[in-house]
T-cell receptor, first 114, second 108 residues
């Protein structure tokens, strides 16, 4: 298994600013994903973080708004840029290994934009 | 129609009651996760199922691949079981699709 440490756990930010969320895994995982959960909604995939290359974004999400880095197999960041109150959500990272259906999750970041 | 439907959406029960949460999905899957989400947003994977039934303590999960249906049961429920429970089948390329969750409240 693997343990993912996600931080910050929560933050309150001013509109127009940016926040970077980090996920550190205690062992190598092949794939990492970033999700958003808007209030009262289910988790939605933002993008797949690819090691050493640009992330693969889902429909409705763009790199300028949600830049993602994945410099190695144990670390990834998601930045929420130029925030507005509509970005207030829980953001969650997860990881898994190719060929395995086991999935690991971070603790989530509860973001409030005022 | 959502790809993953959970029922009920909200459930309140008394301590000690037997709890059942159902999940029906339309995506083709190789496996399915049952997840527990705490108020802060963090998620823990309770079970990963590809067939049959699994048991862990007071939790039991079953899956019927042909009928595209899974259930999560909690025996002798306790207030500390209060959380949101999420069904998440694999859609492919190891991507998970999430249900909306079932908010469970167990009263003492």
């Amino acid at each position: 298994s693997a343990v993912i440490s996600q931080k910050p756990s929560r933050d309150i930010c001013q509109r127009g600013t940016s926040l970077t969320i980090q996920c550190q895994v205690d062992s190598q995982v092949t794939m990492m994903f970033w999700y958003r959960q808007q209030p009262g909604q289910s988790l939605t995939l933002i993008a797949t973080a690819n090691q050493g290359s640009e992330a693969t974004y889902e429909s409705g999400f763009v790199i300028d708004k949600f830049p993602i880095s994945r410099p190695n197999l144990t670390f990834s960041t998601l930045t929420v840029s130029n925030m507005s109150p509509e970005d207030s959500s829980i953001y969650l990272c997860s990881g898994c290994r190719v060929g395995s259906t086991e999935a690991f999750f971070g603790q989530g970041t509860r973001l409030t934009v005022v | 129609k959502n790809e993953v439907e959970q029922s009920p959406q909200n459930l309140t029960a008394q301590e000690g009651e037997f709890i059942t949460i159902n999940c029906s999905y339309s995506v083709g899957i190789s496996a399915l996760h049952w997840l527990q989400q705490h108020p802060g947003g963090g998620i823990v994977s309770l079970f990963m199922l590809s067939s049959g039934k699994k048991k862990h303590g007071r939790l039991i999960a079953t899956i019927n691949i042909q009928e595209k249906h899974s259930s999560l049961h909690i025996t002798a429920s306790h207030p500390r079981d209060s959380a949101v429970y999420i069904c998440a089948p694999f859609q492919g390329a190891q991507k998970l699709v999430f249900g909306q969750g079932t908010r469970l409240t167990i009263n003492p």
